[in-house]
């Protein structure tokens, strides 16, 4: 007997635009098609006879290649195939004919199911009527996320800096920004609280926001991970308050091991209970109300160009999404889901799978402590700031623009300006911390940050990045303080770059 | 010299939604990226070394397979082959690791270049800035234009029945609809001109509207396509009223030949400018001002399932389309991106892919040509009426639901009802012609009619459905009117099915 109960009834929280939405027509079709012994002549649908595509093969990373993580093996890849009536044969469930025939607005049930298994061995949602389906990529997710749960006027909680996107595509809709404030482990439950509790209509212009959207691991700037006990606390602010959550998750497999620690090679795990025990809980997994929408993308463990990620939440909730799948993407490419379903289903399997997550987190392991061990050479301590981030991409390095001896005389955005022109003339290129604010920083900033990523530049290139970006630092603020920042710093000597 | 003109200013055309949206500032800093000497910490893009696949090889139809249309010749395929360094090799100019990477809005240069020269091959837009970029298919095309282009209260003018995704989409925008009657050449210019210059705010509860929809080929559901006559005509009354027109064309290269004619066996083309030469016109080719916007797909040519289609209009028109491609879709899948490169591109070139559109042409020519025999043989003539359609996947059949005996007391939408049922009853799946209304015709309808789709079922399978359809018809009026369609219909006798 399960015992688990049903999510809550959201469907207050639905936008007019996406309350009013029906099911296509044509999608209603489908029920009478499965009918024995009914000829189509309805849906227009051209016969996959006409598909120019008869087989793809795909020359893909053995699990050999990465089942030992750290150790020095060969490279050695496997060829996984598709044929284009494979399923007709017996030889899949899954072939070219399906993939590249119009399809549902979930995405091909193969690779639904595949990402459902593995979601509920990852995740285990503690609720009853949980849901998984494929998104066209998580801008696309989240772009009819945000249409489907908010309209013009209403506030989104969000994060102090948050990933550009969001801004981008809520700001022309007419969204406005709540932000709470962080720490080290990122959101602060009691600032989300004071926020919600002192609400104000007249002076905020809106209704109190139901919507949190949140980036809980190697957050997008700030690379903080926040624990497990942090979750629970904002969790129970969210039922405290009846939010919804939108967890953005894309760099949940990306959690890192310790900085510096004596080596990066770990054994690569046996099991897929043995790999998601070094996790940290997502939201999903502690989500008793059904009050999360988790998306996951495949763009940072597979490869972006496959526009494709899944999303988990409660029925009543997926339903609304694939309505509007309906009438906008339909489904991630064909392409897409057949060359992914033949990686993890036919070619790795769900063991092989977290094997290929740990050995990426081995490897960005590494290129985090380059990057970090690169900044404790060549920045300027006097006046950077920095937490080796343990998940995601992304290192954030303050600056105390108060040491500017300008400070107070011009703005800190005029100073985090110098420094990235700075920065890009002396040849490294970085993104300023306003660019992760609603407004850029128009309206004043206590603090200047800037975000690296160590995710693609070689090790050499981390290197020689962040020691130009310390030389323009000391440019920025030596040239005008008057050697207050001197070349005492980590054996630093400045030089003409 | 140059004397074509620039096009038009639409400015005053994008929503505000549209008109708001910035420039993504990551996407900003590629100009940054292109600096020589730039190391870049910046886009938080993972290393292609990280993308699992390292090869594809595609089995495709050869040239050799179509070039000689409607001869018997055995199937050939050929193996297209794209690797993940391929550029940086020197063997092609895109690659897996360009494929599966972040990329631009408009999608890949590469491939948005080949499509740029098929459309000035075939249309050659009469003005001087157009410019071509991918969709993530039509479906997705249309969301975006529509919401750039219109506003929650705006009328769209679309055809008398029109594609039921067009009303999907637009009702929970708020978009209203003003439908504009058609006969056998399509759209009529006077309608629409009269409807537009009596447009009268109060009554109609919305300014006059300054957007066409129209499937000009093929016209979904109708089957019309307008010859070029019609089409200037139009054109003249959308230069008077000033309007914008989003011609919608799946269908543009499934022009077909005369019904009946001797033989389908037609020459395959020796050219491109010889196959264009026996296509209607499109209203890209005729415009002169920049008002149109074009909307092609891959999913009737190539497969649906690329979710991949391409848009051409002019400059201004297309960076708003970039902007909301920015915060939705991004681009098409980058597998499908390298797959339809590599095979239109290095496997068929123009011409190849010219002789496969006319192949395509030849087989739904055959098609289109069983189901309108069908007709003839099966169908009650006192009650049905039709033209065999010139271009698209679709035959639009009208009843007589007059001739029903309990017209006036029972609504042609009923009647509709009742011979829809039947036809499944029978075995036979079609689609209402009151799907294809804004209302579902709720508010009445002169006429029944019904759609039907020669694109996908087997010869045996569309004659044995439209048989079936004919007896649930005849079953429909017969057991409600005594008798009044007897048996003598083309040598059709009633059978139990």
């Not at 007997?1 to 936008?15: C, I, V, Y």
């Amino acid at each position: 007997m399960n015992l688990l109960k049903e999510a809550q009834d959201w469907s207050d929280l639905f936008s007019p635009e996406s309350a009013s939405r029906k099911k296509s027509v044509m999608q209603a079709m489908h029920g009478i098609l499965t009918q024995p012994g009914i000829r189509s002549l309805g849906p227009g649908a051209p016969s996959t006879e006409y598909f120019p595509f008869y087989a793809m093969n795909l020359e893909v990373g053995s699990t050999n290649a990465f089942a030992t993580v750290g150790k020095e093996i060969p490279k050695s890849t496997t060829t996984i195939h598709a044929g284009k009536h494979d399923s007709f044969s017996g030889l899949s469930t899954y072939d070219l004919a399906i993939a590249l025939q119009y399809g549902l607005g979930t995405g091909s049930a193969q690779l639904v199911q595949f990402m459902t298994d593995h979601v509920k061995m990852v995740h285990n949602p503690p609720y009853r009527n949980w849901k998984c389906i494929l998104s066209a990529g998580t801008t696309s997710a989240f772009e009819i996320v945000l249409k489907m749960l908010a309209k013009s006027g209403d506030y989104l909680l969000v994060e102090q800096h948050t990933y550009t996107t969001v801004f981008e595509t809520g700001l022309p809709l007419g969204i406005k920004f709540a932000q709470v404030r962080m720490d080290k482990d990122g959101l602060i439950p009691n600032d989300l609280d004071d926020i919600l509790t002192n609400w104000d209509e007249t002076t905020r212009g809106s209704r109190k926001p139901s919507l949190l959207y949140t980036i809980p691991t190697g957050q997008n700037p700030c690379g903080i991970t926040q624990p497990l006990t942090r979750r629970q606390e904002i969790y129970r602010v969210a039922q405290k308050h009846n939010l919804f959550i939108v967890e953005d998750d894309p760099y949940y497999y990306i959690q890192l091991g310790l900085y510096k620690t004596a080596s990066h090679a770990t054994e690569p795990p046996t099991s897929v209970e043995d790999y998601v025990k070094t996790l940290v809980p997502s939201y999903l997994s502690i989500d008793i109300d059904g009050r999360v929408l988790r998306m996951d993308s495949f763009s940072k463990i597979i490869a972006p160009g496959a526009r494709m990620g899944w999303v988990t939440a409660s029925e009543q909730v997926i339903e609304r999404m694939v309505r509007a799948h309906e009438v906008s993407v339909q489904n991630p490419s064909g392409f897409s889901q057949i060359a992914v379903f033949k990686l993890l289903h036919d070619g790795w399997g769900h063991l092989g799978f977290v094997q290929w997550l740990a050995h990426l987190r081995g490897e960005y392991t590494k290129r985090r402590d380059v990057l970090f061990e690169a900044c404790e050479l060549f920045l300027p301590r006097e006046i950077c700031g920095w937490v080796p981030s343990t998940a995601g991409f992304f290192a954030w390095i303050s600056v105390d623009w108060t040491k500017h001896h300008k400070a107070g005389w011009i703005s800190s955005l005029q100073i985090e300006k110098a420094i990235h022109s700075a920065a890009i003339d002396a040849g490294t290129l970085v993104v300023p911390g306003s660019w992760f604010l609603p407004d850029e920083g128009q309206s004043g900033m206590d603090k200047v940050f800037f975000r690296m990523t160590y995710a693609a530049a070689s090790t050499d290139d981390i290197r020689e990045a962040i020691k130009r970006f310390g030389a323009a630092l000391r440019r920025v603020f030596h040239s005008q303080s008057q050697g207050k920042l001197g070349q005492a710093d980590s054996g630093y000597q400045l030089q003409k770059l």
